[in-house]
């Protein structure tokens, strides 16, 4: 006998449902990349006083909230203040006739807008010293992306794949492997050869990355193993709610939020600095600090992916006491019980 049609009322909630998990999704990810614009974005400005205080002014009329001046004394702090990723770049002022310094490594997005100010710059004879108003300002990186991949592609593209990484890991070790010591264990072996071989193909094959291979395998694996063993946490407590609970904070709002194609100043309202506390944002600051910054400005993001790191293995190991301590109790249960006796 063929089972009775669901219920018309049934099939439009479910219809409902969809339509508010799409909507959702939709806005997670096109809310951040549609009003993502320049707000808040430190730079330096460097030279005298007087020179420093009138392109601040300038830049504080024209693009109002679009930048975070900080003034310098001369070119080298200035360049100093980008390489231990204080600012993003700096207008300089030193010689008299400005200059952009940029660092494409950090945020090919955020050069791209310097290089935009440079031309601005170049049309304005107040702040040229002298200079005629054609002439271009230049603009030099400090420090740049590769050559091999000058715009920063697999970089940006890398973000998504760590997060899918550390998930997947989650859902194949619960499914396929018993005991939570052993899923732990999975989850730290996978996050060091995953991280090997992702960095592996970033570097030596794409050209994405420069710096130390292993430094920067160590940053995917941390990663890697910050998502998987959070993830792998919530399950052991919650059960297939935890898998929901996880990707919500690793996907729908870790990777939108990561400012990993752009910069965190750069998305809108407080989600960019939200973003950084999660570890899909966390991940991608720490790779670029360790990969082109010798390190500089890895301080937070390595405490926050070590913070989910700890917190989902101590999920992990709560939930494997509670089932030892269940396992005891059944099995001290059982052997109290009486033995029926023949008669």
Not at 9 to 36: C, G, K
Not at 215 to 237: K, P, R
Request: with cysteine; aromatic share 4%; net charge neutral.
């Amino acid at each position: 006998m063929n089972p009775a049609p669901t219920p018309w009322p049934r099939v439009a909630a479910t219809v409902a449902l969809l339509t508010l998990i799409i909507s959702v999704l939709l806005t997670a990810f096109a809310w951040p990349a549609a009003r993502s614009a320049v707000h808040d974005v430190p730079i330096a400005v460097a030279g005298p006083p007087a020179a420093t205080a009138q392109v601040t002014a300038a830049l504080a009329k024209n693009r109002p909230g679009a930048f975070e001046v900080t003034a310098v004394a001369d070119t080298a702090a200035a360049e100093a203040a980008i390489k231990n990723r204080e600012v993003y770049g700096a207008i300089d002022l030193t010689t008299g006739s400005p200059q952009v310094l940029t660092a494409s490594a950090a945020s090919p997005v955020v050069a791209q807008t310097l290089q935009a100010v440079a031309t601005a710059l170049a049309a304005s004879p107040a702040t040229t010293a002298g200079a005629p108003a054609t002439t271009a300002v230049p603009v030099r990186d400090v420090v740049p992306l590769p050559a091999d991949d000058p715009r920063g592609t697999g970089l940006a593209a890398a973000a998504l794949p760590m997060v899918l990484g550390g998930m997947l890991a989650a859902v194949l070790l619960t499914a396929r492997v018993r005991g939570t010591g052993r899923k732990v264990a999975g989850a730290l072996g996978y996050a060091v050869l995953g991280g090997l071989a992702m960095a592996a193909i970033l570097q030596f094959w794409l050209g994405s990355l420069e710096g130390d291979y292993l430094a920067n395998s160590g940053v995917m694996a941390l990663s890697l193993a910050a998502t998987a063993l959070t993830i792998l946490g919530f399950e052991s407590l919650l059960g297939t709610a935890g898998f929901g609970l996880g990707a919500v904070i690793m996907m729908l709002l870790g990777n939108p939020l990561s400012g990993a194609t752009s910069a965190p100043e750069m998305l809108p309202g407080w989600s960019g600095t939200v973003g950084q506390f999660l570890p899909p944002g966390a991940a991608s600051t720490l790779l670029r600090s360790v990969a082109f910054f010798d390190g500089n400005g890895a301080l937070r993001p390595l405490v926050v992916l070590f913070a989910w790191l700890a917190a989902g293995a101590l999920l992990c190991l709560v939930s494997g006491l509670r089932s030892t301590r269940r396992a005891g109790v059944d099995e001290a249960a059982e052997q109290s019980r009486p033995v029926a006796v023949p008669a």
